[in-house]
Protein backbone atom coordinates (compact mmCIF):
# COMPACT_ATOMS: atom_id res chain seq x y z
CA UNK A 1 0.00 0.00 0.00
CA UNK A 2 0.97 3.59 -0.94
CA UNK A 3 0.91 7.07 0.69
CA UNK A 4 -0.25 9.77 -1.97
CA UNK A 5 1.61 12.64 -1.26
CA UNK A 6 -0.08 15.68 -2.67
CA UNK A 7 2.27 18.63 -3.19
CA UNK A 8 5.41 16.31 -2.73
CA UNK A 9 7.77 18.47 -4.63
CA UNK A 10 7.25 21.26 -2.17
CA UNK A 11 9.13 22.57 0.56
CA UNK A 12 7.43 20.55 3.57
CA UNK A 13 6.27 17.92 0.95
CA UNK A 14 9.52 16.94 0.22
CA UNK A 15 11.32 16.99 3.48
CA UNK A 16 8.05 14.16 4.16
CA UNK A 17 8.45 12.34 1.35
CA UNK A 18 11.94 11.83 2.30
CA UNK A 19 10.99 10.93 5.62
CA UNK A 20 8.68 8.40 4.07
CA UNK A 21 11.38 7.06 2.05
CA UNK A 22 13.57 6.48 5.07
CA UNK A 23 10.99 4.70 7.04
CA UNK A 24 10.19 1.85 4.21
CA UNK A 25 6.81 3.45 3.04
CA UNK A 26 5.84 3.23 -0.72
CA UNK A 27 5.58 6.79 -1.54
CA UNK A 28 3.59 8.35 -4.54
CA UNK A 29 3.60 12.12 -5.50
CA UNK A 30 1.27 14.14 -6.96
CA UNK A 31 2.76 17.86 -8.15
CA UNK A 32 2.45 20.05 -11.30
CA UNK A 33 5.46 21.92 -10.15
CA UNK A 34 3.72 25.06 -10.19
CA UNK A 35 5.75 26.04 -6.41
CA UNK A 36 7.75 22.80 -6.55
CA UNK A 37 10.72 21.64 -7.55
CA UNK A 38 11.41 17.66 -9.77
CA UNK A 39 15.01 17.93 -7.92
CA UNK A 40 13.22 18.09 -4.88
CA UNK A 41 11.88 14.46 -5.12
CA UNK A 42 14.58 12.04 -3.10
CA UNK A 43 12.28 9.49 -4.71
CA UNK A 44 8.56 8.21 -5.19
CA UNK A 45 6.60 7.68 -8.16
CA UNK A 46 5.74 11.51 -9.62
CA UNK A 47 2.72 12.34 -11.91
CA UNK A 48 3.11 15.59 -12.85
CA UNK A 49 -0.47 17.13 -12.18
CA UNK A 50 -2.90 19.63 -10.83
CA UNK A 51 -5.11 18.50 -7.85
CA UNK A 52 -8.18 19.49 -10.30
CA UNK A 53 -7.75 17.51 -13.22
CA UNK A 54 -10.19 15.09 -11.94
CA UNK A 55 -9.19 12.36 -14.65
CA UNK A 56 -5.82 12.32 -13.55
CA UNK A 57 -6.97 11.57 -10.11
CA UNK A 58 -8.97 8.93 -10.99
CA UNK A 59 -6.22 7.44 -12.98
CA UNK A 60 -3.47 7.85 -10.20
CA UNK A 61 -6.01 6.36 -7.72
CA UNK A 62 -6.85 3.33 -10.17
CA UNK A 63 -2.67 2.92 -11.14
CA UNK A 64 -1.78 2.64 -7.46
CA UNK A 65 -3.22 1.21 -3.98
CA UNK A 66 -3.32 4.32 -1.86
CA UNK A 67 -3.68 3.61 1.58
CA UNK A 68 -3.77 7.31 3.10
CA UNK A 69 -3.24 10.80 1.69
CA UNK A 70 -1.00 13.03 2.59
CA UNK A 71 -2.03 17.05 1.23
CA UNK A 72 0.15 19.45 0.79
CA UNK A 73 -0.44 21.07 -2.50
CA UNK A 74 -2.18 23.99 -1.90
CA UNK A 75 -0.84 28.12 -2.20
CA UNK A 76 -0.06 29.51 1.12
CA UNK A 77 1.27 32.97 1.00
CA UNK A 78 -0.39 35.55 3.31
CA UNK A 79 0.30 38.54 1.60
CA UNK A 80 -0.45 37.25 -2.19
CA UNK A 81 -4.05 35.86 -0.54
CA UNK A 82 -4.81 39.17 -0.10
CA UNK A 83 -4.08 40.53 -3.66
CA UNK A 84 -5.74 36.98 -5.34
CA UNK A 85 -8.76 35.21 -3.38
CA UNK A 86 -10.08 33.97 -6.12
CA UNK A 87 -6.65 31.88 -6.77
CA UNK A 88 -7.00 30.74 -2.68
CA UNK A 89 -10.56 29.74 -3.12
CA UNK A 90 -9.85 28.03 -6.18
CA UNK A 91 -6.72 25.66 -5.55
CA UNK A 92 -7.39 25.62 -1.97
CA UNK A 93 -10.81 24.68 -1.63
CA UNK A 94 -11.61 23.85 -4.94
CA UNK A 95 -8.57 21.18 -4.75
CA UNK A 96 -9.44 19.91 -1.90
CA UNK A 97 -13.04 19.08 -2.77
CA UNK A 98 -11.81 17.07 -6.10
CA UNK A 99 -9.04 15.38 -3.63
CA UNK A 100 -11.66 14.56 -1.91
CA UNK A 101 -14.16 13.34 -4.28
CA UNK A 102 -11.26 11.00 -5.72
CA UNK A 103 -10.88 9.27 -2.33
CA UNK A 104 -14.45 8.52 -1.84
CA UNK A 105 -14.62 7.16 -5.08
CA UNK A 106 -11.48 5.15 -4.77
CA UNK A 107 -12.64 4.11 -1.02
CA UNK A 108 -9.71 5.67 0.69
CA UNK A 109 -10.76 7.37 4.28
CA UNK A 110 -7.32 8.68 5.53
CA UNK A 111 -6.01 12.05 4.96
CA UNK A 112 -3.35 14.22 7.25
CA UNK A 113 -3.51 17.77 5.75
CA UNK A 114 -1.38 21.41 5.97
CA UNK A 115 -3.14 23.64 7.94
CA UNK A 116 -1.94 26.32 9.80
CA UNK A 117 -1.62 29.00 12.71
CA UNK A 118 -3.18 31.54 10.27
CA UNK A 119 -6.77 29.83 10.96
CA UNK A 120 -6.20 31.69 14.63
CA UNK A 121 -5.90 35.39 12.73
CA UNK A 122 -4.97 37.38 16.10
CA UNK A 123 -4.72 35.11 18.73
CA UNK A 124 -6.90 35.59 22.28
CA UNK A 125 -3.72 34.16 24.58
CA UNK A 126 -0.48 32.57 23.70
CA UNK A 127 0.43 29.79 23.72
CA UNK A 128 -2.52 29.15 21.45
CA UNK A 129 -4.37 25.90 22.13
CA UNK A 130 -6.13 23.95 19.10
CA UNK A 131 -9.86 24.84 21.40
CA UNK A 132 -9.03 28.56 20.74
CA UNK A 133 -11.27 30.99 19.11
CA UNK A 134 -10.40 30.58 14.86
CA UNK A 135 -10.59 34.12 13.23
CA UNK A 136 -8.37 34.34 10.18
CA UNK A 137 -7.23 37.67 9.57
CA UNK A 138 -6.26 36.90 5.79
CA UNK A 139 -7.99 34.64 2.98
CA UNK A 140 -4.96 32.25 3.09
CA UNK A 141 -5.73 31.38 6.55
CA UNK A 142 -9.56 31.50 6.06
CA UNK A 143 -9.39 28.17 2.90
CA UNK A 144 -7.32 26.40 5.08
CA UNK A 145 -9.89 27.13 7.95
CA UNK A 146 -12.74 25.90 5.05
CA UNK A 147 -10.64 23.27 4.30
CA UNK A 148 -10.81 22.10 7.89
CA UNK A 149 -14.33 22.60 7.99
CA UNK A 150 -15.11 20.26 4.66
CA UNK A 151 -13.47 17.80 5.87
CA UNK A 152 -14.94 17.55 9.17
CA UNK A 153 -18.40 16.92 7.36
CA UNK A 154 -16.58 14.44 4.83
CA UNK A 155 -16.03 12.70 8.15
CA UNK A 156 -19.51 12.37 9.59
CA UNK A 157 -21.20 11.53 6.17
CA UNK A 158 -18.98 9.59 4.03
CA UNK A 159 -16.59 8.42 7.26
CA UNK A 160 -13.13 10.00 5.73
CA UNK A 161 -11.20 10.28 8.88
CA UNK A 162 -8.09 13.37 8.96
CA UNK A 163 -5.76 14.87 10.90
CA UNK A 164 -5.34 18.77 10.51
CA UNK A 165 -1.62 19.89 11.25
CA UNK A 166 -1.82 23.40 12.38
CA UNK A 167 1.78 24.19 11.29
CA UNK A 168 3.24 27.52 12.76
CA UNK A 169 6.61 28.93 10.74
CA UNK A 170 8.80 26.52 8.69
CA UNK A 171 12.53 26.55 8.44
CA UNK A 172 15.46 24.90 7.96
CA UNK A 173 16.81 22.52 5.57
CA UNK A 174 17.20 18.63 5.53
CA UNK A 175 20.53 17.78 7.19
CA UNK A 176 21.71 15.77 4.01
CA UNK A 177 21.65 19.22 2.57
CA UNK A 178 20.34 17.80 -0.57
CA UNK A 179 16.59 19.34 -0.12
CA UNK A 180 16.02 23.05 1.38
CA UNK A 181 13.84 26.11 1.26
CA UNK A 182 13.51 27.50 -2.47
CA UNK A 183 10.49 29.44 -3.40
CA UNK A 184 10.08 31.92 -6.23
CA UNK A 185 9.97 34.48 -6.02
CA UNK A 186 10.83 34.21 -2.06
CA UNK A 187 8.66 35.98 0.65
CA UNK A 188 9.48 34.40 3.97
CA UNK A 189 11.69 35.98 6.55
CA UNK A 190 14.27 33.18 7.41
CA UNK A 191 15.47 32.98 3.39
CA UNK A 192 15.07 36.61 2.48
CA UNK A 193 17.36 37.19 5.63
CA UNK A 194 20.07 34.44 4.24
CA UNK A 195 20.28 35.83 0.88
CA UNK A 196 20.62 39.41 2.36
CA UNK A 197 23.63 37.52 4.45
CA UNK A 198 24.79 36.13 1.22
CA UNK A 199 24.98 39.23 -0.70
CA UNK A 200 22.18 38.76 -2.97
CA UNK A 201 19.79 41.60 -1.47
CA UNK A 202 20.89 45.19 -0.14
CA UNK A 203 18.86 45.14 3.12
CA UNK A 204 15.72 43.08 4.68
CA UNK A 205 12.82 45.00 5.35
CA UNK A 206 11.04 44.46 8.74
CA UNK A 207 7.52 44.61 8.24
CA UNK A 208 5.98 47.06 10.75
CA UNK A 209 7.98 47.70 13.79
CA UNK A 210 4.85 49.39 15.67
CA UNK A 211 2.92 46.10 16.66
CA UNK A 212 2.18 45.55 20.93
CA UNK A 213 5.45 43.65 20.90
CA UNK A 214 8.34 44.27 22.87
CA UNK A 215 10.69 45.52 20.12
CA UNK A 216 7.81 46.25 17.85
CA UNK A 217 8.35 43.76 15.58
CA UNK A 218 5.66 40.89 14.74
CA UNK A 219 6.37 37.32 16.95
CA UNK A 220 6.80 33.94 15.12
CA UNK A 221 7.10 30.67 16.25
CA UNK A 222 9.85 28.72 14.35
CA UNK A 223 9.90 24.90 13.88
CA UNK A 224 12.11 22.73 11.88
CA UNK A 225 10.89 21.49 8.54
CA UNK A 226 12.52 18.10 9.60
CA UNK A 227 10.46 18.01 12.55
CA UNK A 228 7.27 19.01 11.17
CA UNK A 229 7.49 16.05 8.51
CA UNK A 230 8.02 13.82 11.51
CA UNK A 231 4.53 14.82 12.94
CA UNK A 232 2.95 13.70 9.52
CA UNK A 233 4.31 10.02 9.64
CA UNK A 234 3.14 10.23 12.97
CA UNK A 235 -0.11 11.48 12.25
CA UNK A 236 -0.55 8.92 9.69
CA UNK A 237 -0.05 5.77 11.86
CA UNK A 238 -2.33 7.46 14.75
CA UNK A 239 -5.20 7.18 11.57
CA UNK A 240 -4.03 3.58 10.85
CA UNK A 241 -4.64 2.89 14.21
CA UNK A 242 -7.93 3.51 14.06
CA UNK A 243 -7.36 7.42 15.53
CA UNK A 244 -10.20 9.63 15.30
CA UNK A 245 -10.65 13.16 12.91
CA UNK A 246 -8.42 15.35 15.04
CA UNK A 247 -6.64 19.08 14.94
CA UNK A 248 -2.72 19.54 16.15
CA UNK A 249 -0.67 22.50 16.46
CA UNK A 250 3.09 22.14 15.26
CA UNK A 251 5.39 24.48 16.83
CA UNK A 252 8.08 24.80 19.17
CA UNK A 253 6.30 27.11 21.89
CA UNK A 254 8.94 29.61 22.00
CA UNK A 255 8.56 33.03 20.26
CA UNK A 256 10.83 35.26 17.99
CA UNK A 257 10.13 38.74 16.80
CA UNK A 258 11.46 39.82 14.01
CA UNK A 259 14.28 41.94 15.36
CA UNK A 260 15.61 38.47 17.33
CA UNK A 261 15.53 36.65 14.20
CA UNK A 262 17.86 39.15 12.25
CA UNK A 263 20.35 38.81 15.27
CA UNK A 264 20.13 35.97 15.24
CA UNK A 265 21.13 35.14 11.63
CA UNK A 266 23.83 38.09 11.86
CA UNK A 267 25.29 35.79 14.91
CA UNK A 268 24.81 32.45 13.15
CA UNK A 269 26.35 33.81 9.98
CA UNK A 270 29.01 36.15 11.06
CA UNK A 271 27.65 38.56 8.63
CA UNK A 272 26.38 42.08 9.03
CA UNK A 273 24.07 43.61 6.41
CA UNK A 274 21.58 46.66 6.44
CA UNK A 275 17.96 46.73 7.85
CA UNK A 276 15.24 48.54 6.36
CA UNK A 277 11.62 49.07 8.49
CA UNK A 278 8.83 49.16 6.43
CA UNK A 279 5.37 49.75 7.05
CA UNK A 280 3.22 46.63 8.03
CA UNK A 281 2.07 44.03 5.67
CA UNK A 282 -1.79 43.37 5.42
CA UNK A 283 -3.09 40.29 7.38
CA UNK A 284 0.04 39.78 9.72
CA UNK A 285 -1.23 38.84 13.29
CA UNK A 286 1.31 40.45 15.86
CA UNK A 287 1.94 37.10 18.09
CA UNK A 288 1.37 33.65 16.76
CA UNK A 289 3.14 31.41 19.36
CA UNK A 290 1.87 27.29 19.87
CA UNK A 291 0.89 24.98 22.39
CA UNK A 292 2.04 21.90 20.68
CA UNK A 293 1.15 19.88 24.06
CA UNK A 294 -1.88 17.91 22.45
CA UNK A 295 0.63 16.37 19.46
CA UNK A 296 3.71 15.48 21.82
CA UNK A 297 0.99 13.48 24.17
CA UNK A 298 -1.21 12.48 21.57
CA UNK A 299 1.03 12.18 18.50
CA UNK A 300 4.07 11.36 20.73
CA UNK A 301 5.67 14.03 18.73
CA UNK A 302 8.78 15.18 20.24
CA UNK A 303 10.50 17.96 18.42
CA UNK A 304 14.34 17.77 17.83
CA UNK A 305 15.54 20.57 16.32
CA UNK A 306 13.94 23.61 18.67
CA UNK A 307 16.52 25.79 19.09
CA UNK A 308 16.71 28.68 16.72
CA UNK A 309 20.08 29.01 15.84
CA UNK A 310 20.13 25.16 14.83
CA UNK A 311 17.36 25.94 12.39
CA UNK A 312 19.29 28.91 10.98
CA UNK A 313 22.31 27.17 10.95
CA UNK A 314 20.59 24.12 8.71
CA UNK A 315 18.97 26.78 6.57
CA UNK A 316 22.54 28.64 6.26
CA UNK A 317 24.46 25.38 4.86
CA UNK A 318 21.41 24.97 2.18
CA UNK A 319 21.53 28.86 0.69
CA UNK A 320 25.03 28.46 0.74
CA UNK A 321 25.45 25.52 -1.15
CA UNK A 322 22.26 26.02 -3.00
CA UNK A 323 22.66 30.11 -3.62
CA UNK A 324 20.09 29.94 -6.73
CA UNK A 325 18.04 26.91 -4.91
CA UNK A 326 17.57 24.15 -6.87
CA UNK A 327 18.07 25.96 -10.91
CA UNK A 328 21.78 26.78 -9.92
CA UNK A 329 22.68 23.60 -8.81
O1 LIG B 1 10.82 40.50 4.30
C1 LIG B 1 10.13 40.19 5.28
C2 LIG B 1 9.35 39.02 5.34
C3 LIG B 1 8.60 38.78 6.48
N1 LIG B 1 8.62 39.65 7.52
C4 LIG B 1 7.84 39.37 8.74
O2 LIG B 1 8.32 38.17 9.28
C5 LIG B 1 7.26 37.43 9.89
C6 LIG B 1 7.21 36.06 9.27
O3 LIG B 1 6.78 36.20 7.93
P1 LIG B 1 6.78 34.99 6.88
O4 LIG B 1 6.28 35.53 5.58
O5 LIG B 1 8.08 34.31 6.92
O6 LIG B 1 5.74 33.99 7.51
P2 LIG B 1 4.20 34.21 7.93
O7 LIG B 1 4.18 34.28 9.43
O8 LIG B 1 3.57 35.31 7.20
O9 LIG B 1 3.50 32.93 7.35
C7 LIG B 1 3.96 31.62 7.55
O10 LIG B 1 3.36 31.09 8.67
C8 LIG B 1 1.96 31.13 8.64
C9 LIG B 1 1.46 30.60 9.95
O11 LIG B 1 1.99 31.36 11.01
C10 LIG B 1 1.44 30.36 7.44
O12 LIG B 1 1.48 28.97 7.65
C11 LIG B 1 2.14 30.73 6.15
O13 LIG B 1 1.87 29.81 5.14
C12 LIG B 1 3.60 30.83 6.31
O14 LIG B 1 4.10 31.45 5.14
C13 LIG B 1 6.00 38.27 9.65
O15 LIG B 1 5.75 39.02 10.78
C14 LIG B 1 6.37 39.17 8.48
O16 LIG B 1 5.68 40.40 8.48
C15 LIG B 1 9.40 40.79 7.48
O17 LIG B 1 9.42 41.58 8.42
N2 LIG B 1 10.14 41.03 6.36
Not at 144 to 153: A, N, V, Y
Not at 164 to 180: D, E, P, V
Not at 191 to 202: D, K, W
Not at 276 to 281: G, H, I, L, Q, Y
Request: hydrophobic share 40%.
Amino acid sequence: MAILVTGGAGYIGSHTVAELLDKGEEVVVLDNLQTGHREALLGGKLYEGDLRDKELLKRLFTENSIDAVIHFAANSLVGESMQNPVKYYDNNVYGTLCLLEAMQQAGVSKIVFSSTAATYGEPEKVPIEETDRTAPTNVYGETKLSMETMMGWFDRVLGIKYVALRYFNAAGAHASGKIGEDHQPETHLIPLILQTALGQRESIAVFGDDYPTEDGTCIRDYIHVSDLADAHLRAVDYLRSGGESNVFNLGSGNGFSVNQVISKVKEVTGVDFAVEVKPRRAGDPAVLIASSGKARSVLGWNPQRENLDDIIASAWQWHQNHPNGYAGK
